[in-house]
């Protein structure tokens, strides 16, 4: 089955380090992947997306490249901010527009 | 945002109580989900339904109850034969299928469920 595996947290960085955070899936066909991020006490928000092979979706300074080859979809961002501490999701949506998420990776950035 | 509104965002329950959680959207979509997550676990889907007066099970239906009489309504019973039921219940939306494929679920801000 479908499924997506994202590296354990947390995830702790200074101001303006480079963010990487990894994720790979497994599944039949072609998947779409997207990134959430959570805020503490509020629900997911979609941060970026990515509906075919080589394709790279980009959103507020984060960006993922879809690779087929390596079936993975890494989060990156070139320079963090304090108020992008959050839970960030990694998740695959496979037929019938059914979402299988990873497990989240906490991001904690000091000043 | 999806125009998503759950409530309420705290809920407590007695034990071998039932309880509905709401969720209410104003966008139109035809398709609704519900979640649950639990600590270190991601989301796990509960219910989802495509049109109104139709919805299947998810991964983890059993103890829960929804329904799907209005478009812009998709509430979550969850009832006493689901046995460990505290938890942060997410409901989503998202364009149908036959319309819109591959279209990113959006989601409320979710209720916290806690047993007395």
């Known amino acids: 089955g479908n499924s997506v595996t994202q590296m354990e947290g947390p995830v702790t960085l200074s101001e303006e380090a480079f963010l990487t955070i990894n994720c790979t899936y497994t599944?039949?066909?072609?998947?779409?992947l997207f990134w959430y991020v959570q805020y503490p006490g509020e629900g997911l928000q979609l941060l970026l997306k990515a509906t075919k092979a080589d394709d790279k979706g980009s959103n507020k300074g984060f960006e993922a490249t879809y690779r087929k080859e390596t079936t993975s979809f890494h989060l990156e961002k070139g320079s963090v901010q304090v108020s992008d501490s959050a839970v960030y999701f990694c998740a695959l949506m496979g037929g019938f527009q059914k979402l299988v998420f990873g497990t989240g990776t906490r991001l904690l950035v000091s000043p | 945002d999806g125009g998503i509104t759950q409530s309420p965002k705290y809920l407590f329950r007695k034990e071998g109580q039932n309880v509905t959680l709401s969720c209410e959207q104003n966008?139109?979509?035809?398709?609704m989900y519900w979640y649950r997550q639990d600590p270190g676990q991601g989301l796990r889907l509960i219910y989802y339904?495509?049109?109104?007066?139709?919805?299947q099970k998810g991964d983890i239906a059993e103890g829960y109850s929804v329904s799907r009489e209005k478009k812009e309504s998709f509430p979550l019973t969850v009832t006493s034969a689901q046995k460990n039921p505290t938890a942060f219940y997410l409901c989503?939306?998202?364009?149908?299928?036959?319309?819109?494929?591959?279209?990113?679920?959006?989601f409320g801000d979710g209720t916290r469920l806690s047993i007395l």
């Open positions: 339904s495509q049109i109104v007066n139709d919805f």
């Open positions: 989503a939306n998202s364009l149908n299928i036959g319309r819109a494929f591959n279209q990113p679920q959006h």
């Open positions: 599944a039949t066909g072609y998947p779409s």
């Open positions: 966008l139109n979509h035809d398709a």
